[in-house]
């Protein structure tokens, strides 16, 4: 041991011996360590069951698309008529699927139908390929069949089919088509025994479960009808006296004052003394009779006889002259005159020509007026059954090539005034007859309505009455243009009928 570690222990001895020990002493044991008493898993809480939403059942697996209908439209005759049909289709958004002509090849097909002399050029695409007639990007098969029977409308989906060849008119004529894969045949011409349908005038009596062939009456009678029949169920028309102009009418004979009794004309009520007549080639009739008339022609019927024996009166009515012979056996014929101003057509001569039915008709149509006969006014009667029996008239065939005037004169069973007439016909014209009626009081002529599609388009201005019984009525109707819309108009709504 050094010295400085003896010092160092003497000084500090005291020092040493109050400090702990450095010994060092093992820890205490730890004391037992308790285990805690592991506390029980504490109980769930009942939770609130969560508000469950209904889930709706999965929807129903989408039925099988229908099969949506689509009007398609078949013409038998590619004309005047054939071929504005198909441009009242295109603009109407009507699918026209085939055309049968078997007379024009597909070429000459285009050419007739993008130029008309008459309605300008087609305004849109036409053309040919792959032999189908293509008209704004829509084709069209072309068939050359002759007869109904052989055209194949199965092949083109069985459509409506147009008959505007004029040569079928009849049902047994037509119903070939039907047979040969038509569904339904719409005649545009007036047809001796398929019903007969003007629209706006008696389409809602169009049966699809039994009329499958169906007549769109005459240009005529689709200008006329609508116009009757506002008149009618307004004012009611009784009937008028037709003027005829006839072969063997003649010579006006002049009455002196009549025997009987009444003063007034039965068919506009101011008072006469004097008969104005025509006396015709027949042998003189002298009978009896208890109306009136002033300036109108009066046609008798013999009892039993046809128009061949129509007789008429004579001078033998006059003051001091022999008493006349009993009317027994007479029937005074009532009729609604109605008379047609037509363009010519081309059945019609360039130059004369002939024509075995009517001689006239075989003359000039650029060169003359032509007197001539329409079913028109008696189709009337079939489209408006209380017409049937009070209208006929006659047409008279004039030197333009489109655009025709209908002339009605009526008796009317009330007493109105011409502004009510024409307020009439104006609300028909902007209410349940838009489209197919209209109403102009412009100064018009017959060129103001080429291309116009309404049936009828009354012209108040040129209408004038006797009295408030008696009444001429003027209307317009472009007789190719309207009429083929209607033709048109027809079909849809025949598809509309059916299901």
């Given at each position: 041991m050094s010295k400085r570690d003896i010092v160092l222990t003497n000084v500090t001895v005291v020092q040493l011996l109050r400090q702990p020990c450095p010994v060092t002493r093992a820890p205490p044991p730890p004391e037992p360590r308790v285990e805690a008493?592991?506390?029980?898993?504490?109980?769930?809480?009942?939770?609130?069951?969560?508000?469950?939403?209904?889930?709706?059942?999965?929807?129903?697996?989408?039925?099988?698309?229908?099969?949506?209908r689509e009007l398609i439209v078949g013409i038998n005759g590619f004309g005047r008529i054939g071929r504005l049909v198909l441009r009242a289709c295109m603009e109407k958004g009507v699918k026209v699927v085939a055309v049968n002509d078997p007379f024009i090849d597909l070429e000459y097909m285009v050419y007739m139908f993008k130029y008309d002399s008459t309605h300008g050029r087609y305004k849109g695409n036409v053309?040919?390929?792959?032999?189908?007639?293509?008209?704004?990007?829509?084709?069209?098969?072309?068939?050359?069949?002759?007869?109904?029977?052989?055209?194949?409308?199965k092949s083109v989906g069985s459509p409506f089919v147009v008959e505007a060849t004029g040569v079928y008119l009849s049902l047994e004529e037509t119903k070939a088509h039907i047979e040969a894969g038509a569904q339904r045949v719409v005649i545009c011409a007036p047809s001796p025994d398929a019903p007969m349908f003007v629209m706006g005038v008696n389409e809602k009596e169009?049966?699809?479960?039994?009329?499958?062939?169906?007549s769109n009456a005459s240009c005529t009678t689709n200008c006329?009808?609508?116009?009757?029949?506002v008149i009618h169920e307004r004012f009611g028309i009784l009937e008028g006296l037709m003027v005829s102009w006839g072969k063997g009418m003649g010579q006006e004979t002049q009455?002196?004052?009549?025997t009987s009794s009444s003063r007034t004309c039965f068919m506009c009520g101011v008072n006469r003394e004097r008969l104005v007549f025509w006396e015709g080639r027949s042998p003189p009739v002298v009978t009896s009779f208890e109306l009136w008339s002033c300036l109108h022609v009066?046609?008798?019927?013999?009892?039993g006889c046809g128009p061949a024996n129509l007789h008429t009166w004579t001078t033998n009515l006059g003051p001091g002259k022999k008493k006349p012979r009993s009317r027994e056996g007479l029937t005074l014929a009532l009729f609604?005159?109605?008379?047609?101003?037509?363009?010519?057509?081309?059945?019609?001569?360039?130059?004369?020509?002939?024509?075995?039915?009517?001689?006239r008709d075989g003359r000039g149509a650029h060169q003359n007026i032509i007197p001539a006969s329409t079913g028109a006014a008696k189709a009337v009667g079939k489209v408006i059954p209380d017409l049937k029996g009070k209208l006929t008239g006659m047409a008279f065939r004039v030197p333009t090539p489109d655009v025709s005037v209908v002339d009605l004169t009526c008796r009317l069973a009330q007493p109105t005034p011409y502004s009510a007439i024409k307020d009439a016909i104006k609300a028909a014209a902007k209410g349940p007859m838009a489209g197919i009626l209209a109403y102009t009081e412009d100064e018009v002529v017959s060129t103001d309505f080429l291309s116009d599609t309404h049936s009828s388009i009354f012209d108040a201005k040129a209408g004038i009455a006797l009295n408030d019984n008696f009444v001429k009525l003027i209307s317009w109707y472009d007789n190719e243009y309207g009429y083929s819309n209607r033709v048109v108009d027809l079909v849809r709504y025949m598809f509309s009928r059916d299901k």
């Open positions: 008493e592991p506390e029980p898993p504490a109980q769930p809480q009942p939770q609130p069951e969560p508000i469950k939403e209904e889930v709706p059942p999965p929807p129903p697996p989408p039925p099988a698309p229908k099969k949506v053309e040919h390929k792959n032999g189908q007639l293509v008209v704004d990007n829509n084709e069209i098969s072309v068939f050359q069949c002759k007869q109904p029977k052989e055209i194949p409308w169009y049966n699809p479960s039994s009329m499958k062939i169906v006329l009808a609508p116009l009757a029949k009455l002196g004052t009549c009066l046609l008798l019927w013999m009892g609604l005159p109605k008379t047609t101003v037509h363009s010519y057509t081309a059945t019609q001569k360039t130059v004369d020509g002939p024509s075995k039915k009517a001689w």
